[in-house]
């Protein structure tokens, strides 16, 4: 399989909510985010990664290979296909 028609992306709006917020939790608990706000917390910022999922900052990203799925920021995907790309011109 092509590396670059393994992975997709998936628009937030067709995964439930309560998909979508598991999702956004574990990427808030990845990069490190503080939680232990006594004011918002985790609600706080899973409210703020749904603005940036809906501004295009964020990407859900299925893996087909791997059956996962998991959030990145636009960056991270960008730095990821260049990745992937370059791998695979050296495979050639």
Same mark, same amino acid.
């Given at each position: 399989?092509?590396?670059?028609?393994?992975?997709?992306?998936?628009?937030?709006?067709?995964?439930?909510?309560?998909?979508?917020?598991?999702?956004?939790?574990?990427?808030?608990?990845?990069?490190?985010?503080?939680?232990?706000?006594?004011?918002?917390?985790?609600?706080?910022? %899973?409210?703020? =990664? /749904?603005?940036?999922? +809906?501004? *295009?900052?964020? @990407?859900?990203?299925?893996?087909?290979?791997?059956?996962?799925?998991? %959030?990145?920021? =636009? /960056?991270?995907?960008? +730095?990821? *296909?260049?990745? @992937?790309?370059?791998?695979?011109?050296?495979?050639?």
């Amino acid at each position: 399989m092509d590396p670059r028609e393994r992975f997709i992306e998936v628009p937030s709006r067709m995964l439930p909510a309560e998909t979508r917020r598991a999702l956004l939790e574990t990427f808030v608990t990845r990069q490190g985010y503080d939680t232990t706000d006594v004011g918002e917390g985790m609600v706080g910022w %899973v409210a703020e =990664l /749904e603005g940036q999922l +809906s501004r *295009g900052k964020l @990407l859900i990203v299925h893996d087909i290979g791997t059956e996962s799925t998991e %959030v990145m920021t =636009l /960056e991270q995907w960008q +730095s990821f *296909g260049r990745q @992937l790309a370059d791998d695979e011109e050296e495979g050639d």
